[in-house]
């Protein structure tokens, strides 16, 4: 007894040893399908800010992450796992090195598209065990997205370059195998999966080919019940009652939305803006109070938000809920399209993205045009149109968007969501502030 112990304390002083430079915290997940506990295939956790990934197989649900400190450059994180990355020499104006890693040799299809989803190189190569390098050659465009696929695994790298204006052709040539040293490879401890403070990450777990997902950025120790329910619900909170209105809820998986679009504060008329005044306004469509009634009020980004723009945001909504960031759309578009899933790279494009996720959306109602819906999640979004400055309303009948939290940081305009009558995708893309939008609130986590 006296020697296990003694192995033990040994033991836990050599794990101490070696990752006691840098904090870590515990993520713990497990699953649940209604209110009744399920048994999770797997998670795949990603590092999106540096598109690498790493998976946990039940019974193994507990990943530890080593958290250091942001600017630690990531070719120190060279494991034994497929995937891409940009090398530490970034892009240059001629050309991008890239390198990737294959945990086995096998044939690697190497795809890069523009952000338009266009194909500009497809190539397929046999390669061996280890680090690859290759060099990519834009045209005109200012971003693109290499991704490679091997054993049936994806792993892409966003490329962003100065947009020189060139009509040369892209190309993707190989260097070689990246010669790295081995130290590096022995830093990371397979059961570690490292990242700097302040990376996003994505949690996508699979269960009976069912897959559910949430977007974190951790901070402590966390546990987290994956909801492999839908079309139901909110599980133990079936209405909220908010400034003397009843919302519904329902479940997508493992995020809990309200079911009609918000409806609260005072009606202002079109052209006055909304002001920070301490009062929350809204518009009705065409200035009518009974269009709120129907399809909820319009806001403008700015008073959604109530005026804080960091952080998880409640904005307008009730409390413990807040305005839905776009990881979070991102999530639920992944969640219920049936070709392109979560943590697809068709996420991240801008523009109508998807196969049928904007029809899985929309309420059982007439949409103009040709793609109406069965409303198969009881999501139940309705064409309630909007407010685009300086034109005024439009779109009711046929479209509806929706503020996301979030802006990229080269605008100052926010990501919407837009579903209309023309077509079963759904757009993502930055707005003017200033138009005015419906809002579906998300529970907090």
């Given at each position: 007894?006296?020697?296990?112990?003694?192995?033990?304390?040994?033991?836990?002083?050599?794990?101490?040893?070696?990752f006691?430079?840098?904090?870590?915290?515990?993520?713990?997940?497990?699953?649940?399908?209604?209110?009744?506990?399920?048994?999770?295939?797997?998670?795949?956790?990603?590092?999106?800010?540096?598109?690498?990934?790493?998976?946990?197989?039940?019974?193994?649900?507990?990943?530890?992450?080593?958290?250091?400190?942001?600017?630690?450059?990531?070719?120190?994180?060279?494991?034994?796992?497929?995937?891409?990355?940009?090398?530490?020499?970034?892009?240059?104006?001629?050309?991008?090195?890239?390198?990737?890693y294959?945990?086995?040799?096998?044939?690697?299809?190497?795809?890069?598209?523009?952000?338009?989803?266009?194909?500009v190189?497809?190539?397929?190569?046999?390669?061996?065990?280890?680090?690859?390098?290759?060099?990519?050659?834009?045209?005109?465009?200012?971003?693109?997205?290499f991704?490679?696929?091997?054993?049936?695994?994806?792993?892409?790298?966003?490329?962003?370059?100065?947009?020189?204006?060139?009509?040369?052709?892209?190309?993707?040539?190989?260097?070689?195998?990246?010669?790295?040293?081995?130290?590096?490879?022995?830093?990371?401890?397979?059961?570690?999966?490292?990242?700097?403070?302040?990376?996003?990450l994505?949690?996508?777990?699979?269960?009976?080919?069912?897959?559910?997902?949430?977007?974190?950025?951790?901070?402590?120790?966390?546990?987290?019940?994956?909801?492999?329910?839908?079309?139901?619900?909110?599980?133990?909170?079936?209405?909220?009652?908010?400034?003397?209105?009843?919302?519904?809820?329902?479940?997508?998986?493992?995020q809990?939305?309200?079911?009609?679009?918000?409806?609260?504060?005072?009606?202002?008329?079109?052209?006055t803006?909304?002001?920070?005044?301490?009062?929350?306004?809204?518009?009705?469509?065409?200035?009518i109070?009974?269009?709120?009634?129907?399809?909820?009020?319009?806001?403008?980004?700015?008073?959604?938000?109530?005026?804080?723009?960091?952080?998880?945001?409640?904005?307008?909504?009730?409390?413990?809920?807040?305005?839905?960031?776009?990881?979070?759309?991102?999530?639920?578009?992944?969640?219920?399209?049936?070709?392109y899933?979560?943590?697809?790279?068709?996420?991240?494009?801008?523009?109508?993205?998807?196969?049928?996720?904007g029809?899985?959306?929309k309420?059982?109602?007439?949409?103009?045009?040709?793609?109406?819906?069965?409303?198969?999640?009881?999501?139940?979004?309705?064409?309630?149109?909007?407010l685009?400055?300086?034109?005024?309303?439009?779109?009711?009948?046929?479209?509806?968007?929706?503020?996301?939290?979030?802006?990229?940081?080269?605008?100052?305009?926010?990501?919407?969501?837009?579903?209309?009558?023309?077509?079963?995708?759904?757009?993502?893309?930055?707005?003017?502030?200033?138009?005015?939008?419906?809002?579906?609130?998300?529970?907090?986590?």
């Amino acid at each position: 007894m006296k020697l296990k112990t003694l192995l033990l304390i040994v033991a836990l002083a050599v794990m101490s040893g070696a990752f006691c430079q840098f904090p870590s915290i515990s993520l713990t997940f497990s699953a649940l399908d209604s209110t009744a506990w399920a048994k999770l295939d797997s998670v795949r956790v990603v590092n999106r800010t540096w598109n690498i990934d790493t998976v946990l197989y039940y019974p193994d649900t507990v990943l530890v992450i080593v958290v250091r400190p942001v600017g630690v450059p990531q070719n120190q994180d060279i494991r034994d796992d497929f995937r891409t990355f940009i090398t530490s020499s970034g892009a240059s104006q001629d050309h991008t090195t890239l390198s990737l890693y294959i945990p086995g040799k096998d044939e690697v299809k190497l795809l890069v598209t523009d952000m338009a989803g266009r194909q500009v190189v497809h190539t397929n190569r046999i390669l061996e065990k280890g680090p690859h390098l290759f060099s990519f050659s834009p045209g005109s465009e200012s971003a693109y997205l290499f991704t490679a696929i091997w054993k049936g695994r994806t792993s892409s790298v966003k490329i962003i370059h100065p947009g020189l204006g060139s009509s040369r052709t892209c190309s993707l040539d190989y260097i070689g195998i990246e010669k790295t040293d081995p130290q590096l490879k022995s830093a990371a401890a397979p059961n570690h999966f490292f990242y700097n403070a302040g990376h996003n990450l994505l949690y996508i777990a699979y269960m009976n080919n069912k897959q559910s997902g949430i977007p974190d950025t951790p901070t402590v120790s966390k546990s987290f019940a994956f909801q492999f329910a839908t079309k139901m619900p909110c599980p133990g909170m079936q209405t909220v009652t908010y400034m003397g209105k009843v919302y519904n809820t329902i479940q997508m998986f493992s995020q809990c939305w309200l079911k009609e679009n918000l409806d609260v504060g005072s009606m202002i008329s079109w052209p006055t803006f909304q002001k920070n005044n301490g009062v929350i306004e809204k518009y009705c469509y065409n200035n009518i109070p009974a269009n709120c009634d129907t399809y909820g009020g319009l806001y403008q980004w700015n008073e959604a938000m109530q005026y804080v723009f960091t952080g998880r945001v409640q904005g307008i909504c009730p409390p413990s809920w807040h305005i839905a960031t776009d990881a979070e759309w991102q999530v639920l578009e992944g969640s219920i399209d049936v070709i392109y899933h979560i943590g697809s790279p068709t996420w991240d494009y801008d523009g109508w993205r998807g196969s049928n996720a904007g029809f899985n959306l929309k309420a059982y109602v007439p949409w103009n045009m040709d793609y109406n819906s069965c409303d198969p999640f009881h999501f139940s979004a309705l064409p309630a149109g909007g407010l685009f400055n300086p034109s005024g309303y439009s779109g009711m009948g046929y479209s509806s968007s929706f503020w996301s939290s979030n802006k990229p940081s080269w605008t100052s305009n926010p990501y919407i969501r837009t579903i209309d009558g023309y077509t079963s995708t759904i757009a993502r893309n930055t707005y003017d502030n200033s138009s005015a939008t419906s809002v579906r609130c998300i529970r907090d986590y």
